[in-house]
């Protein structure tokens, strides 16, 4: 056990250094391309590629020619007691293979129970027995998807399963040495969880293994009805910036995704964004 | 597992529970029976009292927060993919779009939110005059048809924008088709009405003036023509 740890920790110390990107989005198309030498790593969502046409495949070609390609799943479900979709995994394996990633991320989350798809994710209790529907769904997906890194991702809570016999941060910690996987961390993430239920965002991270974080995620929320909401509809504000910073001084961080999904602002604003990311990573010495 | 053979004071029994949550966030009749008829709700879903409890402490606000935010995932879908119905209805999109994610489950698998909007785009339009070629499709044996859940002017859209929603809505099936051949009838002049609308201008005083739109897709390319 304590043998495999350290060859997975050898093994996330050894994955490329990517720098600093965006979740991809159609709509910036044109721009992406124009503003690929400032672009270090392109995310895609797996769901927009993975049921695609021959045009879409064309795209991912394409884009997998000029960018380094990290495919982002939403919905493999790791979480889901039921067991995973084994058609979906299919898809995704080829989607990996297809545009040669580096690695690949998912949630730490629910999407299917039974034949009800959700459509969005839902949060795990923190116990023992989520552990290891975690832990077997992800070697099932592995069985086919291989030897490529997997990084997963905290979420933000909607709201809190009750019956939790540890803390978010001893379930990343015991999933990361039971799986040997990285974490995706979502600094937005972390401090939507802080904001809505408790808790300071510093000592989170601070409860991780230091050489666990892979990849990290910023986005900016907004408040509706009372919640904060990870909406990836703002700009990313001034308090996720310093704990993205904070973030790449404590972890060997290999790439810095800047997700929009919601009121696209003109490219210019998510590049000055990737770019502010891009110092960060620079700053905390984890890329030049 | 059954209820009565699991301890009620244990961790939650995670397939059962997640089966309740899944239910509850995609099914507003599931939620009123949590909150009306809890010990039916529990047998239903096989909770233990203990589990119960631990569903029903979530809160019905959060819950419901988390229901708005799965809808609003849609809604901002159906406004990029349907962006000039999304701008010629302005604020009252919101509400038609929702009143249809409350009652149709999102669809699973390819291109998910396209056939979300699309069963939107046929929920709103459903008073429309169905075309010869709509008749012809609706009583084939092979019909793929889908059976609408709304009754007949659920969605109310003004007669114009009504089928502005389905111009474009059949611009999203010419492009997401491998195939496809769609004629439709218009009672206004549905292609000004689309420029009108994309280009900011005055639409909603356009005379009536009837309109065929013929559109052809395969092998990845796609045509439309317009008579009227």
Known sequence: ?288 | MRAGHRRSDGPLALAEVQRALATLATNEVTRDRLRDEPESFARDFGLAPGELAQVRAIGERRMLAYVDSLQRKRLAEAVRLLPLSARADGPAFRGTFLRHARRVPLAAGKARYVRDVLAFARNATVTLSPSPFDKLRATSPRSTTVTLSLSKGDLDVAPALRELLDYEAAWLRAAFAPALVRVRVYAFPVQRVARAVARGEPWDGLARRRTVVIWLAAGGRRASLALG
């Open chain 1, 1 to 288: 056990m304590v043998a495999a740890a350290v060859v997975a920790a050898a093994e996330r110390r050894a994955l490329p250094v990517l720098g600093a990107g965006y979740s991809y989005r159609r709509a910036y198309r044109p721009e992406t391309y124009a503003h690929r030498a400032r672009i270090g790593v392109l995310e895609i969502v797996a769901e927009h590629f993975m049921f695609g046409d021959a045009e879409s495949d064309r795209e991912l070609d394409l884009l997998a020619e000029h960018f380094t390609l990290v495919p982002h799943g939403l919905d493999l479900s790791l979480g889901s007691a039921d067991g995973i979709d084994e058609a979906y995994v299919e898809r995704f394996a080829a989607l990996v293979e297809r545009v040669r990633a580096p690695w690949w991320s998912e949630h730490i989350a629910f999407t299917r129970a039974g034949d009800v798809r959700i459509g969005h994710l839902a949060p795990l209790p923190f116990t023992e027995e989520a552990l290891d529907v975690v832990a077997r769904n992800l070697e099932a997906a592995r069985r086919r998807i291989g030897d490529v890194p997997c990084a997963l991702e905290n979420i933000a809570a909607p709201f809190v399963l009750p019956g939790a016999t540890m803390s978010e941060a001893q379930f990343l910690t015991q999933l990361v040495e039971r799986t040997g996987c990285g974490l995706l961390l979502d600094v937005e993430n972390v401090s939507a969880n802080a904001v809505n239920f408790g808790g300071d965002p510093e000592a989170f991270m601070d409860a991780l293994p230091a050489n666990s974080v892979v990849q990290l995620h910023v986005a900016g929320g907004e408040w509706i009805d009372g919640s904060y909401v990870d909406s990836h509809a703002r700009a990313i504000s001034d308090s996720v910036w310093k704990l993205v910073e904070s973030a790449c001084r404590r972890f060997p961080v290999k790439a810095i995704v800047v997700e929009r999904d919601e009121r696209l602002p003109p490219f210019a604003e998510l590049l000055a964004e990737i770019e502010c990311a891009r110092a960060i990573g620079e700053a905390t010495g984890r890329w030049r």
